[in-house]
């Protein structure tokens, strides 16, 4: 069984910037889809960002220009740096990666914004 270990969620200012990590306990190699996805009380969870095998991103609306999805295959790690938060950007944000059919989930991080 995969395990997802995530860090660096926590409370920050309107504007600030966070860095969240996901690391894995197996080698990246075999993954063929990592993501960061949010899911804040009473909605859904959205997709923030993905990232291919081939290193292929794509962003929610909401997040572009402001976070960055990114990895370290020789650390079996993937990033979300996340800048110019928002009052709406508070969620638990989770990582999530895909191994053929098998999907896996990290245990999720709270980021909080406020003043």
């Known amino acids: 069984q995969v395990q997802l270990v995530e860090s660096g969620g926590g409370l920050v200012q309107p504007g600030g910037s966070l860095r969240l990590s996901c690391a894995a306990s197996?080698?990246?190699?075999?993954?063929?889809?990592m993501g960061w996805f949010r899911q804040a009380p009473g909605n859904k969870r959205d997709l923030v960002a993905s990232m291919s095998t081939v290193g292929s991103t794509i962003y929610a609306d909401f997040v572009k220009g402001r976070f960055t999805i990114s990895r370290d295959i020789a650390k079996n790690t993937v990033y979300l740096q996340m800048n110019s938060l928002k009052p709406e950007d508070p969620a638990v944000y989770s990582c999530?990666?895909?191994?053929?059919?098998?999907?896996?989930w990290g245990q999720g991080t709270q980021v909080t914004v406020s003043s």
């Open positions: 999530h990666l895909v191994r053929g059919i098998n999907d896996y």
């Open positions: 197996e080698s990246f190699v075999s993954f063929n889809h």
